[in-house]
């Protein structure tokens, strides 16, 4: 399966972006899906996961303000990303496992303005 990112941008803090990452095939088959982040000079850092199907993660700098969501009818997943800070600023990258099995997706720039 092809995972594309898409929706990022330029944004002022305090802002809000919806990322989605849309896959070739159906994401059914795959029960952890998740975005990771790397900002520049950073290590990929885990943003929002659900795995299993059901059980949702956050990194601790997203809570609260970050909701993840799949819909697996219509092969996409979302980052719906609120109060944004400069400290988001990264590229953002959809995946999705099925055991051995981890594809990811090209990475979508976000970009927030002081």
């Known amino acids: 399966v092809q995972l594309q990112a898409s929706g990022g941008g330029m944004v002022q803090a305090g802002g809000s972006l919806t990322l989605s990452c849309a896959a070739s095939?159906?994401?059914?088959?795959?029960?952890?899906v998740a975005w990771y982040r790397q900002a520049p000079g950073k290590q990929r850092e885990l943003v929002a996961s659900?795995?299993?199907?059901?059980?949702?993660n956050y990194g601790d700098s997203v809570k609260g303000r970050f909701i993840i969501s799949r819909d697996d009818a219509k092969n996409t997943l979302e980052l719906q990303m609120s109060s944004l800070t400069p400290e988001d600023t990264a590229i953002y990258y959809c995946?999705?496992?099925?055991?051995?099995?981890?594809?990811w997706g090209q990475g979508t720039l976000v970009t927030v303005s002081s």
């Open positions: 995946n999705a496992r099925r055991g051995n099995l981890l594809y």
């Open positions: 095939g159906s994401i059914h088959s795959f029960p952890t």
């Open positions: 659900i795995i299993s199907g059901k059980i949702i």
